[in-house]
């Protein structure tokens, strides 16, 4: 648990409550704004996160701080974890002094990150041994959709486990759904970044010939928007793209490499044949090297025109 750094409080209690109790691991690009909302709309959270000026803002505004992930899982009802990257989230959730490590009978867990599908089974089996309850539940609408509570949720695990997380997710989200089994949650968002990476390359190539034709790309976007070719992709894209606002984004390159990159390793395990997808995964790649980790998404436009020259 070394990467998270400890916070001098203890659990400071809240003015607010609610029956159950919630505890929120990782304030980052998407987990500020779910947990926002969870204090926003009364929820008794308490959170934990590695910078600890950020446990100390959530505590001003009525929120509990924990010093370190075990005093956090110990003191809650349901624990949500929200974390940047694969390892992070294993270590976390499955490390020597992690969530489950420190989890009870009875207490559900859930992981928002995108994983792979082994991860999110290998935490259902520990949770289950300790009779805890264990949801894979990533998310989808951005940092935008994550402050404005308009989250889509995407859940593997029990029903019942389901139900028992769900007045926290709906807290943070508007579409909401039970996907299926343990992995089911994980692999629903892995369809998602697929089609996220792939059509955020194929916009990219449609806006690079609109300039190269002269065609203004947000008069394209518009009429993209009301034409088959159109995608959410080219709508969030399009004006991006024109201002080619790309360093420092909200949402960087680095997330949807790692994201394409765990749908290669399942495409090669189960065989498929997800040719665009590896496409998108060798350009980002390419982009990665050329030290573009911060880089908006829609910036592989760049790279599309480097190899047009």
């Given amino acids: 648990?070394?990467?998270?750094?400890?916070?001098?409080?203890?659990?400071?209690?809240?003015?607010?409550?609610?029956?159950?109790?919630?505890?929120?691991?990782?304030?980052?690009?998407?987990?500020?704004?779910?947990?926002?909302?969870?204090?926003?709309?009364?929820?008794?959270?308490?959170?934990?996160?590695?910078?600890?000026?950020?446990?100390?803002?959530?505590i001003e505004r009525g929120a509990k701080g924990a010093s370190s992930v075990a005093e956090l899982t110990k003191s809650v009802e349901t624990v949500l974890v929200c974390l940047p990257d694969v390892q992070t989230s294993h270590d976390v959730l499955l490390g020597e002094d992690g969530v489950v490590a420190n989890a009870r009978?009875?207490?559900?867990?859930?992981?928002?990150?995108?994983?792979?599908?082994?991860?999110?089974?290998?935490?259902?089996?520990?949770?289950?041994?300790?009779?805890?309850?264990?949801?894979?539940?990533?998310?989808?609408?951005?940092?935008?959709?994550?402050?404005?509570?308009?989250?889509?949720?995407?859940?593997?695990?029990?029903?019942?486990?389901?139900?028992?997380?769900?007045e926290h997710f709906n807290n943070m989200g508007a579409n909401i759904k039970h996907m299926g089994p343990t992995g089911a949650g994980t692999a629903m968002k892995l369809i998602n970044q697929l089609l996220v990476g792939v059509h955020t390359v194929a916009a990219a190539e449609a806006f690079a010939l609109a300039n190269s034709a002269q065609v203004d790309v947000q008069t394209a976007a518009d009429l993209l928007s009301v034409s088959w070719g159109g995608s959410t992709m080219v709508e969030r894209n399009a004006p991006i793209t024109i201002r080619r606002d790309f360093p420092d984004s909200a949402a960087p390159l680095r997330l949807i490499y790692k994201d394409l990159g765990i749908i290669d390793q399942l495409a090669e395990s189960e065989h498929l044949a997800l040719s665009m997808a590896k496409n998108a995964f060798k350009m980002y790649d390419i982009m990665m090297n050329q030290g573009?980790?911060?880089?908006?998404?829609?910036?592989?436009?760049?790279?599309?025109?480097?190899r047009s020259k």
């Fill in 105 to 166: 009978s009875g207490q559900v867990i859930v992981d928002h990150g995108t994983v792979d599908v082994a991860t999110s089974r290998a935490c259902a089996e520990a949770a289950e041994a300790k009779g805890a309850h264990f949801l894979d539940a990533p998310i989808s609408g951005g940092p935008g959709g994550a402050a404005d509570g308009t989250l889509s949720i995407m859940v593997g695990g029990s029903e019942e486990a389901f139900e028992l997380a769900y």
């Fill in 292 to 306: 573009k980790n911060e880089h908006d998404i829609s910036g592989v436009l760049e790279l599309i025109e480097e």
């Fill in 1 to 58: 648990m070394g990467e998270f750094h400890s916070c001098s409080n203890t659990i400071i209690e809240s003015s607010k409550g609610m029956n159950m109790s919630v505890g929120f691991v990782g304030l980052g690009y998407m987990g500020q704004g779910m947990a926002d909302n969870l204090l926003a709309k009364g929820s008794d959270l308490t959170v934990f996160t590695r910078t600890a000026s950020k446990i100390e803002a959530m």
